[in-house]
């Protein structure tokens, strides 16, 4: 099995590898760089489209304000979510929201236009804006910036567009808090290898 110490481990691999959802071990008292935020979404305008084109809009919010009321509603959808499936809440989950006003920068990836009904338009529609999500992810951890995928406001999207001042016609995909990483120690999870997840020619057959 391949691991971070193979030579032939590449620096992008180690990057895929190791971009976790990080909500503790953030320095909150240092703004992030517009140059690093520049650079890394203009990584990911370069990611793939679908019909929907080049549909993609980046938000930084970074005045107090808007963050704290972001914060609030983000709060709410979660304890609601986490209620009506009778499950407690993790203490990673507590560590974001006492965070969420304090982040110095919570980045909407927005797309402008909006589903269509049908099952095929959605997945052609949001397949032209997710990879650029992820592109913008992957571009921050390799800059030493922490993010969480996080789409919980999606059950609030009027709210949101209210704080944001979003036009009609503009749809929230994901929004990710970001900060500086200080002193957390990023590392592959836990999870299934290829050949548990991977079948061959026919559901069910093994591949590997």
């Not at 986490?82 to 809440?89: H, I, T, V, W, Y």
């Not at 909006?114 to 804006?129: A, K, L, R, T, V």
């Not at 929230?172 to 997840?197: G, I, S």
Request: hydrophobic fraction near 45%.
């Amino acid at each position: 099995m391949t691991d971070a110490a193979d030579p032939r481990f590449s620096d992008y691999e180690q990057v895929l590898r190791t971009a976790r959802s990080v909500r503790k071990h953030l320095d909150l008292g240092r703004e992030i760089d517009p140059e690093d935020l520049r650079a890394a979404i203009d990584v990911a305008v370069q990611a793939p489209t679908g019909l929907m084109g080049e549909n993609w809009r980046f938000l930084v919010v970074t005045e107090a304000k808007r963050k704290a009321a972001i914060a609030s509603i983000y709060q709410t959808v979660l304890e609601e979510l986490l209620q009506a499936r009778g499950m407690p809440m993790k203490a990673t989950h507590r560590a974001l929201i006492s965070h969420l006003p304090d982040m110095p920068a919570l980045i909407f990836v927005c797309a402008i236009g909006e589903p269509p009904s049908d099952q095929g338009g959605q997945i052609g529609f949001y397949g032209s804006i997710l990879p650029a999500a992820w592109s913008l992810m992957l571009a921050l951890r390799g800059r030493g910036i922490g993010t969480t995928w996080t789409s919980l406001l999606n059950a609030r999207a009027d709210e949101v567009a209210a704080v944001l001042a979003l036009p009609d016609g503009v749809t929230q995909t994901v929004m990710f808090p970001a900060a500086y990483v200080l002193n957390a120690k990023l590392k592959p999870a836990d999870r299934l290898p290829a050949a548990n997840v991977t079948y061959g020619n026919a559901w069910g057959v093994d591949y590997f």
